[in-house]
């Protein structure tokens, strides 16, 4: 019986000495798996932060790209649709004219030199024919000085240096007024552009007061909305402006320089008319 409760004490004090023990293996076996979970957790948010970073970047340009697109829409219909539609029109319009005169004068510019050396060598030659059929198959207003000039060198009755020198001069005039052909209603938009939108100006303005007036009351609140669209159709008027003035003074260059070269060359026809022997003097 001694025995009996002996071994009874023992099994029982045993069982409750490895109670505690596998209980604090469990709670270091389960904060062990926590701190894991915990690191792997902190690994992933860890990369998904630097991984961010270059999600924003890729995204950033096209946020920026969708609000300037915005952005003009925005400054467009606050600005009076109505107005700014004019001014928009006035640029296109504009831009048509610059660049159909730019066309024009790129194919009517030639090797003036070149030209007028194949046109004295025909002439020498005594092949004013093939001269006149030379100068009808180029384009520009040299090739049409040459071919009047050879034309009436090539005549019964006009063919004198006069006459020549009278004929040169006046299709001179007439080439000169199709070079400058168009360009006044580039003036026109560029004087235009900036008159709409000084006329929006003061459309705002009225509205700014008429919203003053029915407010009965000055301040940044009331005034904001017209002072906003008389200043932003005032912006795009000077803007059009400007970009067909550029297109303006270039294509006046290109005028100078084409006049230039019909002087030149004009001089060189009467040189070449003189020397030939069909030339009245």
Same mark, same amino acid.
């Given at each position: 019986m001694k025995k009996y409760f002996a071994i009874v004490a023992m099994v029982t004090a045993f069982t409750f000495g490895m109670t505690p023990s596998v209980v604090a293996q469990d709670e270091v076996a389960d904060e062990a798996a926590v701190a894991e979970q915990?690191?792997?957790?902190?690994?992933?948010?860890?990369? *998904?932060?630097?991984?961010?970073?270059?999600?924003?970047?890729?995204?950033?340009?096209?946020?920026?790209?969708?609000?300037?697109?915005?952005?003009?829409?925005t400054k467009f219909i606050?600005?009076?649709?109505?107005?700014?539609?004019?001014?928009?029109?006035?640029?296109?319009?504009?831009?048509?004219?610059?660049?159909?005169?730019?066309?024009?004068?790129?194919?009517?510019? *030639?090797?003036?030199?070149?030209?007028?050396?194949?046109?004295?060598?025909?002439?020498?030659?005594?092949k004013i024919e093939e001269g006149i059929e030379f100068a009808a198959g180029t384009r520009g207003p040299v090739a049409q000085l040459a071919k009047k000039a050879l034309q009436n060198l090539n005549s019964a009755d006009q063919n004198d240096i006069a006459t020549i020198e009278r004929t040169i001069n006046i299709e001179a005039e007439v080439q000169g007024a199709y070079l400058e052909e168009n360009c006044s209603w580039i003036t026109?938009?560029?004087?235009?552009?900036?008159?709409?939108?000084?006329?929006?100006?003061?459309?705002?303005?009225?509205?700014?007061?008429?919203?003053?007036?029915?407010?009965g009351d000055i301040s940044p609140t009331?005034?904001?909305?017209?002072?906003?669209?008389?200043?932003?159709?005032?912006?795009?008027?000077?803007?059009?402006a400007l970009v067909l003035q550029v297109f303006y003074n270039y294509i006046l260059s290109r005028v100078e320089a084409l006049n230039s070269n019909m002087e030149e060359a004009a001089m060189s026809l009467l040189d070449t008319c003189v020397n030939s022997p069909k030339c009245k003097k």
């Amino acid at each position: 019986m001694k025995k009996y409760f002996a071994i009874v004490a023992m099994v029982t004090a045993f069982t409750f000495g490895m109670t505690p023990s596998v209980v604090a293996q469990d709670e270091v076996a389960d904060e062990a798996a926590v701190a894991e979970q915990v690191d792997s957790t902190a690994e992933e948010v860890d990369s *998904v932060e630097a991984e961010a970073p270059a999600v924003e970047e890729a995204v950033a340009p096209v946020e920026e790209e969708e609000g300037l697109h915005k952005t003009l829409k925005t400054k467009f219909i606050e600005g009076d649709a109505g107005f700014m539609s004019l001014v928009a029109i006035a640029l296109v319009l504009g831009l048509a004219f610059c660049i159909e005169r730019i066309i024009y004068l790129t194919l009517a510019q *030639v090797n003036t030199r070149k030209f007028m050396a194949t046109i004295a060598e025909k002439v020498k030659a005594n092949k004013i024919e093939e001269g006149i059929e030379f100068a009808a198959g180029t384009r520009g207003p040299v090739a049409q000085l040459a071919k009047k000039a050879l034309q009436n060198l090539n005549s019964a009755d006009q063919n004198d240096i006069a006459t020549i020198e009278r004929t040169i001069n006046i299709e001179a005039e007439v080439q000169g007024a199709y070079l400058e052909e168009n360009c006044s209603w580039i003036t026109l938009f560029i004087a235009m552009a900036p008159s709409l939108g000084f006329l929006g100006t003061v459309i705002g303005m009225v509205q700014a007061f008429d919203d003053i007036e029915r407010a009965g009351d000055i301040s940044p609140t009331v005034v904001a909305g017209g002072m906003k669209v008389a200043l932003i159709t005032t912006i795009f008027g000077i803007i059009v402006a400007l970009v067909l003035q550029v297109f303006y003074n270039y294509i006046l260059s290109r005028v100078e320089a084409l006049n230039s070269n019909m002087e030149e060359a004009a001089m060189s026809l009467l040189d070449t008319c003189v020397n030939s022997p069909k030339c009245k003097k």
